[in-house]
């Protein structure tokens, strides 16, 4: 009888382990998914970006929750002051198999992190060299590959921040980042 009590209590106790491990394996869904996007221009000019997409959830974007200017400093900053990711989670990024131009500015071929500074009616946009960063926490402006300055631009609410091509024209298009109501909008094309 004892032995059988032992068996049974050994079943419960294996039971309860793999119901409890099972479900600290489940993985929980981050609440700005993953995203990507890519365009052709040209004969062989390949331009993708990777973001994270957070939704507006019924908050202020602009000059609240993405503050205009520098973010001010924090724990992970040093309480220097960062520009915004450009999205969430790890910074967003652009990569290029060739050098392109941006906003007529040279660009090579590679992978970089984006970065911006808002403002109310121009937004500074960075190509970092430094790519994986968790946000701009770590953001180091020795890293920049390049910085424009381009208008946003005010247009019908997106609720999830993405990145997109517009004014497609064979070797050149209109790149952007859209989110709540602006688009900051910037010119990429091929250097053939």
Known sequence: MLNKINKFALLAVLILFFTINTRAQEK????????SISQSLGVDTEIKFEFSRPGVKGRTIWGDLVPYGLTPGNKYSDNKPFPWRAGANKNSTLETNKAILVEGKKLPAGK???????????????FSKTDSLWGSYQYNEADDALRITVAAKAVSHEEWLTFGFADLAGTSATAYLHWEKLMIPFKIETIE
Not at 113 to 119: E, K, S, W, Y
């Open 28 to 35: 929980k869904i981050p609440p700005s998914l993953k995203a």
């Open 112 to 126: 970089y992190g984006i970065h911006m500074i808002p403002n109310e009616k121009e937004f500074i946009v960075i």
